[in-house]
């Protein structure tokens, strides 16, 4: 670990240690390989052929027993596969990166354990050597559900596999989500409509459901940019379909929890709660995030993008001494700010109140836009749909 110079012991340090008590403690496992990249992604992943399983296997182990060392004493709340695609790690991969979570923290009785899949790498028997390995939840990248669609989104699937896929992974785990996406070129309210009922006659306990989003830096933003990404809905009619999302999930029994994810009660994505409500996580793998409170410091960390570099630091016992930024309370208090409020319980304001421009915040309930009650701010109906145009008053 990089040397950090520790403050004085004061109540915030204290308050900030005990943190991941209050919200939680996770471990993210990043797999950057994909079978192809798709227009919209700027995840961190890279199409690959022929990766050494055995050899990154060693790698993560490597980097959890690292972090588990300067992590003694904690409960491990969740594990999440992402990537990429990490439904391409052989289950043996998957088994021994449980393994060396198993040996370097204890695990809460419930500990969630999920594992992102795309419907073209399901296979009925890797999947179970997956549940077998300790997988409890799978969330599989559905995103639509029509075949020209799925075509423009780049996807290597068609909706037959999809819900084949769907099925497999069901007789496999208890948990299962799947994750689609709208505002899609030339959707219209009414494709949205028929789309939205047939999933959400499929779904079961958790639906994650995004409006595209055009990004820079990838193919989508590039076509954008030349003007040759057409049929994109305007404003009104992306409001619209945000809208019509609401009411139907509401109605079928899946409200919205966060701003893009609905669930049945009970069935919340653990792992991501953790990091909307600021809790700590450690992050493995090429251009994993990690947040971990050490010696009464909130500090970040982010790992080298290029899978190769991040393997070669790995195995020469370099990752150890890559930077770490401390955040200032100020700095933390942003960042509660803007994942908080994705949630639609809000958070919590008793040690921050004094942090908020009193102005702003009242200008935003009297527009009705948010609300301060009982200790707590939250986004209204009526915010969450301008939640970025809130957080930019509040900061």
Known sequence: MPSITAPAPSSTSSAASENWRENGFGLY???????????????????????????????????????????????????????????????????????AAR????????????LEANPTSVEAGRFRAYREAGVDRVSLGVQALNDADLRRLGRLHDVATAKSALETARSAFDRVSFDLIYARQDQTLEDWRTELTEALAMAEGHLSLYQLTIESGTAFGDRLQR???????????????????QDLCDAAGLPAYEVSNHSRPGHKSRHNLIYWRSGDYAGIGPGAHGRLTLNGMRLCS?????PASWLRQVETGSAGELPRERLDEAAQWQERLMMGLRLHEGIALAADAHRLDTQALDELVEAGFVEADAGRLRLTSSGRPLLNAVLRRLL
Not at 103 to 114: F, H, L, P, Q, V
């Open 302 to 306: 982010e790992a080298p993008r290029d």
């Open 29 to 99: 496992v990043h797999w950057p390989f994909c079978q192809a990249k798709c227009p919209y992604c700027d995840f961190n992943s890279h199409v690959a052929h022929g990766v050494d399983q055995r050899r990154w296997a060693d790698a993560y182990t490597a980097e959890i027993r690292r972090i588990g060392a300067e992590t003694q004493g904690r409960v491990l709340g969740s594990i999440f596969f992402g990537g990429g695609t990490p439904s391409l790690m052989d289950p043996e991969t998957v088994a021994a990166v449980l393994d």
């Open 103 to 114: 040996g370097s923290w204890a695990w809460a009785n419930d500990i969630e354990i999920t």
């Open 227 to 245: 003007g040759l990404l057409r049929g994109l809905p305007d404003e009104d009619l992306g409001a619209d379909l945000y809208l019509l999302t």
